[in-house]
């Protein structure tokens, strides 16, 4: 039996997959064998060294130490696209807001409160002030064409906008999903200077923060509107504002308040509501799940952080994974020492991601105790386990 610690309230939609006949699943979980956390800092926690992997219900994951626990043979899992279109649904919200006036025209509505019988009189008078233009025929442009990304793209085409994508990794999968109507254009640039409406959807890395700064909004369309569904990091919020007063941005939508931010003429600041829907949270759990559920049982690993995808079938007989540097001769480390006990290897499979790399090797016999101990000794070999 696998014992999961949750660091957050969890849905208990994950009992769907992690059954209690397999897996102990609590908050009080000492010793655990996984992790399943939302929003939890991870950080500063001392993590035992019975942790095998961490399964984020959620897309981001920089409240864990991915690359600290990578180097403790820990996988760490993300659930990209599980709420995806909770965030779609927003960044409709987003484009319809911050072209509609919708939220002053509310705000100036409550002012009226006590007119009585005047009130209809007074809402036709002062209506004027809340004109806005009309989302049909105006380009949007998507930077990063993922999950969350293909669908806002879509769901502009299906408000009659003209749409351009731009992403240069974007994969045969998310390709194919795109409607015929999005155009895809060849830089980050031509997108700025074409579209009337600019939403983020990409990851926060180190290339990536800050991104959104001075000189990226002066190759912007003039009264154009950025939507920030993605990381509050991506834009940096003093050149946002001077870019609004200086009107060379009409509007800003982030999901991400900061103080500097509130209440600024020409922000929109909503409290991180994308994923904050019942499905979405669900979706999430029950995709941390399942990766965790396969990794446990099998050695399988989709959706990590900091180690490759290694998809890997039913164990037939017996089977060891290790996780190690990607870095020449760790393999032939490996199975020379499995060959030197006349082990049969049946079947394996090596995959590397940047700097780390799995190796699983299906075996016609059971590893024996001191061979597992002498390929974790290994200094390139940060993890291995015996299924």
């Not at 102990?24 to 992790?35: G, K, L, T």
């Not at 961490?54 to 994951?61: I, L, Y």
């Not at 194919?176 to 409406?197: F, I, K």
């Amino acid at each position: 039996m696998f014992t999961i610690k949750t660091l957050n309230e969890i849905s208990p939609i994950y009992k769907e997959t992690l059954l209690p006949e397999d897996y102990r699943v609590s908050a009080d979980a000492e010793n655990p064998d996984a992790v399943l956390v939302r929003s939890a800092d991870m950080h500063k926690l001392t993590l035992p060294a019975s942790l095998l992997a961490v399964a984020r219900a959620g897309a981001g994951v920089n409240n864990i130490p991915t690359d600290a626990l990578a180097q403790k043979g820990v996988v760490v899992f993300n659930t990209p696209g599980a709420n995806a279109n909770a965030v779609r649904e927003l960044a409709v919200a987003a484009l319809l807001l911050s072209s509609r006036k919708i939220i002053g025209g509310i705000e100036w509505v409550k002012t009226l409160k006590g007119a009585g019988s005047e009130v209809p009189k007074l809402v036709e008078k002062g209506k004027s002030k809340f004109v806005g233009p009309e989302l049909r025929g105006k380009t949007l442009g998507v930077i990063g064409l993922g999950g969350v990304g293909v669908l806002v793209a879509n769901a502009g085409a299906g408000l009659d906008m003209n749409v351009i994508g731009y992403d240069p990794f974007v994969t045969v999968e998310h390709a194919w999903m795109l409607s015929r109507s999005v155009h895809r254009v060849s830089s980050q640039d031509e997108l700025l200077a074409r579209s009337d409406y600019v939403s983020i959807h990409i990851p926060l890395l180190d290339e990536t923060r800050g991104s959104f700064n001075a000189a990226a909004f002066s190759k912007m369309k003039k009264g154009a509107t950025l939507i920030n569904l993605s990381r509050g990091e991506l834009v940096v919020n003093r050149d946002v504002l001077e870019a609004i007063a200086e009107r060379r941005i009409r509007a800003y939508v982030t999901d991400f308040p900061e103080d500097e931010l509130i209440g600024e003429k020409g922000v929109i600041a909503i409290p991180h509501l994308g994923a904050s829907t019942p499905e979405s949270e669900d979706n999430c759990v029950v995709m941390a799940s399942r990766q965790l559920d396969e990794y446990l049982r099998r050695g399988a690993i989709k959706n990590s952080v900091n180690y490759p995808d290694c998809e890997l079938g039913d164990i037939a007989g017996h089977r060891i994974c290790v996780l190690h540097a990607n870095v020449q001769g760790v393999v032939g480390a490996i199975t020379s020492r499995i060959a030197a006990r006349n082990i049969n290897i049946g079947g394996m499979v090596n995959r590397s991601r940047g700097k780390y790399a799995y190796t699983a090797l299906d075996l016609d016999e059971a590893v024996p105790g001191d061979l597992a101990a002498g390929i974790r000794s290994l200094d390139t070999v940060y993890g291995v386990r015996c299924l």
